[in-house]
């Protein structure tokens, strides 16, 4: 445990002071102070134009700090051997995993909070208030991210970084349009619907953390819309880890 | 003591290793020499646990390999490290990782030359410089058996006059030492036993001394190699 | 001296640059205006990440620029700019009334009122749909009955501000049929930001009360030479006011045997 722990500061150290990271940082600071210009055109929707582009921002730029940190995370350890020198310290694989993936989760969340503290005082420069519920929004953003971590950790543990990014995004994508899939053979035959059926349920299923469109309505999320992705993404991102730990095992044979 | 017994690396077909059998004796300086690609860092690979072998036995203190890594330091060929941390911070990560208690960080970076770059980014660090760290990080846990791989390499002649007296510090202190190398002068120079790997197959092992007869290490080292 | 010539390299390099971008520019604005292609609802959906609140946002944006923009054409687009905002966030609830007041004014009153069936469809939960919606029906489809019903509505709107809900309630109950009339105008512009609409507000305001301000003069008239005058100009001639005042939609008027000033047809 305690190793985990070490092994996750020291990520965090590494990625925290990467130059890229303040470079993205800085755009995602930008696009956010950029929303009170985009509300201010809006004839009278100020609050909600500023809400909706505040969220979605947060959300464009923590995928884009996740995949350029998370898909070479793994990869610089190995091309550079790091890997060998802790892994022949008492360290087994999946606390080396572990490490790295709660480092990596330290570092991301960090800069959805500090997004999120602009965010809301852009919110209640406008007159909106104490945006508090799209605080519920962010919870489920973590979680998503968390997820989102695992998959960058997975295949970064095989591919190169621009590969894993290229996947990263595919399965992005593929993420929010599950349920148009469903949609789609909703009048097919019984072959096609079970084939959706199985895609939808084994490929990760990123629109359950979605609430950002009812939150800014001001609908609250019930408990089900909060407990269950948080759960979901707990459970997948051990799998992945876990797929993340054989895969490494694999290539030291 | 380390036994290695009828040690086996196969990569699909490929025959890294094969059939290697070493016993190496507490508190000596074993020299592990050979070509390029003759097997070495496969070996020491193994010998530290981060390479399954294919067949063969290996036993660290009479036990094996994944129990003893309280005991033992690594130095990779070639180190590469952590570009953000300073030396200090890189230290102490690795010192967190063992459960035992582990040497004064300051201490080792004197030791190894070190001391002035305690809060400098290793992406910072020269080639020599990060070949000390290395030294460094493989001592931090005052292992009772340090492996290394070629840790000579970039070091200046000052850098390795001062290696090659850390490691007979070592040896005085009962460390057994088993290290890889090309560079044949200074395993003649601090080597007790040595072992030649040529194609995966040991073709000698034993006294250092015995193997040059009158020649030097370097000569009687490729007549050897010429002849097999 | 290098320096020198590399800056001046450097200079006519960059004039170059600004003289070929200005110069594409030129041409491109003498080409033929087309009009711009609104994205289909169901596609954006697919590919917009879940975004679907700030994707229906920007398209509003670009219905207000177009609106903003060259109106020769009378927005043929502006229903699908709308429309695409109200399928991505169906609970947007501004265009929906928006088109209710707006598209009215380039001649898509039906397309308007669809927005509203929509709006009312999707449960949209402001005074403002249903109030515009009221303010549509009554002056440009002259149906009293659903403008009611409208009136209604907005008047239950736990939302709506209290003084629309006064003249909401009011509706249909009050004698003075013009004063009831300025107060819904008044309650539009009172209660929105918007610029667009508070011009379209503000021009009835300014037309009823011109209509009050006629009435009076009217009085006035009769009182000086006994009868009402037969049309504003009158008015004029006969030194009750200094000029013909300007109607915001452009009205001349005559008077009635009431002195009621009717608009010239």
Known sequence: MKNILTIAKNTFKETIRDKILY?????????????????????????????????????????????????????????????????????????????????LFASVSLNILLMTIVHLAVVYFKGGGFDYLSLWSILLLIFEIALFISIAILFSTFSTPLAGAIYSIILLYIGHSLGLLLDYVKNSGALAKFFANVVYYILPNLEKFNIRNSVVHGIHPTGSDIIYPILYSSLYSIILLWLAATSLKKQEI | MINITKLSKTYSKDKIVEDLSLTINKGQIFGFLGPNGAGKTTTMKMLVGLSTPSCGIIEINNSSINKNKELIGYMPEDPYFYDHLTAKEFLTFMQELFKNKTKDIQNILKLVGLEKAMHQKIQEFSKGMKQRLGLAQAIINDPQYLFLDEPLDGLDPIGRREFKEIFLNLKKEGKTIFFNSHVLSDVEEICDQIGIINKGKLIYSGDVKTFCGKKSLEDAFVEKLINK | MKQIYLSLVVAFLFLGIVSTQYLSDQQRAKADYVEPMVLRPDLVKAVDLGLHNAAADLMWLGAIQYFGGRNDNGYPKMVDYLNFSSDLDPKFSYPYAFGSLVLPTIGQTNQGLALVDKAIKNKVDDWRVSYYAATTYLFEKNDKEMALKMFDLAASTPSAPDNIKRIAANFGSNKDKRSQTLDIWKGIYDNTKDEVIKERAKKYIIHFQLLDFLSLAADEYKKKYGKYPANEDELVTGKILKATPEDPFGFHYDFNEEGQPKARL
């Not at chain 1, 950029?34 to 582009?53: N, P």
């Open chain 1, 23 to 103: 470079g993205i940082f800085a755009f995602a600071l930008l696009f956010l102070l950029s929303t009170i210009f985009f509300g201010s055109i809006s004839l009278g929707e100020d609050v909600k134009v500023v809400k909706d582009f505040g969220l979605a921002g947060i959300y464009a730029f923590s995928i884009i700090i996740t995949v350029f940190l998370g898909t070479s995370l793994i990869y610089k350890e190995i091309e550079k051997r790091t890997l060998y020198v802790i892994l022949s310290k008492p360290v087994t694989i999946i606390q080396f995993l572990l490490g790295k993936f709660f480092g």
